[in-house]
């Protein structure tokens, strides 16, 4: 088996869709695969070919400014459904119904926000690592509650300005601690673990759009610290807290079951984030903190979940990218997890 690329023109924008050659409707149901930032579809490669022996249509979109998908620019005042809008208009250009969505990290938040707004359409949801449902950045506590009224500590300014330069450059280099193959290696899995194919994972990687309408977006600065607040442009400004928010993720129906996949070692989507501005305040590493509490990231979802009803949370011992460091168990629950959908 071979996997294939082809755009798909949709009401929205051109997607870029790979699947399994060969495979079509009448070989499963269909499982949508969502990637997270700074990657593509191609980070979803060997789990749709292993879905497709197992009997499953698997299907992975690159989301807008990514991989081989139209760049349209981001309004970031939208939260994450300039994404999850294109992930809908998707399956409406296909045809699809009763579609298996699989979020992982952004993706996550993305599948969730498609979720909250067409739950009709999705037959189960699985999350990996995905971002809490209060966004990245500036709340603390299990409810999500806001730092500052305009979400100072998330947003497109605590992106790193040197790893946003590496990015823009095409760097494929292991020469700087911040270059987009080294943050692979220390943030996107556990340190050491070998990754399997690592510059096509790299190439995905530096296929993100960079700029103020993509990655990181524009930057708007805070009186309060750490002095940076979200903007309105941009991928790290869609999911800043004052943008996207899913409080009534519970009062949706029908509500389909939510298996939710992470690894116990994630140093990005964490209670202790080291990607959060307010955590590395506390370790020093941003000064001046005033005490501002860490995003309880985990805790957040988990308490969201709670509260939607049926889901099922699976840790890994992994970091950020369990479909890459632990495919084999990966697969294993995410196929019974289809099954009893």
Not at 23 to 39: K, P
Not at 84 to 110: E, T
Not at 229 to 237: D, E, I, M, S
């Amino acid at each position: 088996m071979r996997i294939e690329n082809r755009p798909v023109p949709t009401g929205r924008v051109t997607q870029n869709v790979l699947s399994v050659a060969g495979n079509t409707a009448e070989d499963g149901e269909t499982v949508l695969f969502v990637h997270g930032n700074v990657s593509s579809s191609a980070f979803w490669r060997d789990t749709l070919l292993a879905l497709a022996e197992a009997g499953h249509r698997p299907l992975a979109v690159d989301l807008r400014g990514f991989g081989d998908t139209e760049p349209a620019p981001v309004d970031a005042t939208r939260g994450l459904r300039d994404y999850s809008d294109d992930v809908l208009a998707l399956l409406d250009a296909l045809g699809l119904d009763g579609v298996h969505l699989v979020g992982w990290s952004m993706g996550g938040g993305v599948v969730l926000q498609a979720l909250r707004d067409r739950p009709s359409v999705v037959r189960s949801v699985t999350l990996v690592n995905p971002v809490s449902p209060y966004g990245f950045g500036g709340t603390h506590g299990a409810d999500g509650v806001l730092n500052h009224p305009d979400g100072t500590g998330g947003g497109a300014g605590g992106a790193n300005p040197d790893f946003v330069k590496l990015l823009a450059a095409g760097d494929t280099s292991d020469d700087s601690p911040v270059s987009p193959r080294n943050v692979m290696r220390t943030t996107y899995v556990k340190p050491g673990t070998v990754i399997e194919d690592e510059d096509a994972l790299v190439a995905s990687m530096l296929s993100t759009r960079v700029g103020e309408d993509h990655y990181p977006g524009d930057a708007a600065t805070s009186e309060e610290w750490p002095g940076v607040r979200p903007g309105t442009r941009g991928v790290l400004n869609a999911f800043a807290p004052t943008h996207f928010r899913l409080d009534d993720l519970h009062t949706i129906d029908p509500k389909p079951p939510v298996l939710w996949i992470r690894g116990e070692a994630d140093v990005i989507i964490s209670d202790t984030s080291l990607f959060d501005l307010a955590h590395l305040g506390a370790l020093g590493v941003v000064p001046g903190s005033p005490g501002t509490p860490a995003q309880p990231m985990v805790t957040q979802t988990r308490a969201v979940l709670e509260r939607y009803g049926p889901y099922t949370e699976i840790v890994l011992d992994c970091g950020h990218s369990p479909h890459i460091e632990r495919p084999a168990e990966f697969r294993a629950a995410l196929s019974d997890h289809l099954k009893r959908s």
